[in-house]
């Protein structure tokens, strides 16, 4: 495995639901920490400063640290767990997966249990089980062992799943690619810009709590005051059968990252998105922009853009596969794409570049 290989590998396999993103910082922290001046917000946020050739303006690159997950909401007396949902999660997706609780005494493995074939009537094999209906099997036989193993209520639990480079060599398959593929582009690109000069100040945040209502974008980007953002995140790709594309826009894995020209949270600056387009146009960048107004969800950027007077803001995202799933698909050239875009970009980044996006 390369370095991009390594560093990602570590990202998504570290724990960080919302609220708990403990060890995902940790990681981050340890790689930011020789690049810049570390600071906090009081969610839990990572700051990192880099100042260039001029301290002003204040670019700022975002990439939230939390994953969707769950919590132990209750332990039944025969020993299942029931729990919470900690963001958007698609029930289909959960029945017999993996999962890991975060104990104070250490990690508990269980499995989100599903009733076998045999034990099924007709109708019960049609039908969505909900997963207000679901419970986790740690493998213990009364509520005695589940508290004999460290298990209580409000505990994290975290899907589990493996970081895997996949048979190409240049797709890889993981969890939290949404948004540890965002915090590895910030990594990569603040280890690049060490030799690089850029007229500007950097700030690579690393937020909490995005997936649950963009709460650590809303407190970090107080503390950052930046002039222009840059969000960088895992976006839905549509290249699969039955994604429903007949007569719209297919965002393909490899075909380069996605800049946003449209979402439902926010409409990016124009000068800023035009920015970036004019930098892959003259360097051979491949791009996907996106403007499809089905997309649900939002991201950091919708808290960012309103900061203050307003913030130009722009959403840099890479395409993947199965995003919010213990299963998610990225491809190698989209993230060395976006690299050297965001690198592009803050190079440009000038102070006559930023006013220029507010001079109205
Ligand atoms: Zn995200």
New binding site residues.
Partial sequence: MDDVEVLLKELTEASGISGHETEVRRLVQNHLGPLGEISHDKLGSVICRKCGEKSEPKIMIAA?MDEIGFVVSHVTKEGFLRFAALGGWWDQVLLAQRVTIKTTQGDVVGTIGAKPPHLLSDEERRKLVEKNDMYIDIGATSREEVEKAGVGVADPILPTSGFTILANGRTYLAKAF??RAGCALAITTMKRMVSISHPNTLFAVATVQ??VGLRGATTSVKVVDPDVAIVL??TAANDMPGAGNEGHQVLKLGAGPVVTFYRQDMIPNHQLRSLLIDIAKREGIPVQIRADGRVRGG?DGAAIHLHGSGVPTVVLSLPVRYVHSHGAIMHRDDFDAAVELLIGAIRELDQKAVTGMTAW
Wanted: charged share 60%; net charge negative; proline share 0%.
């Fill in positions: 939230h949404d948004d995005e997936e995140e895992g991201t």
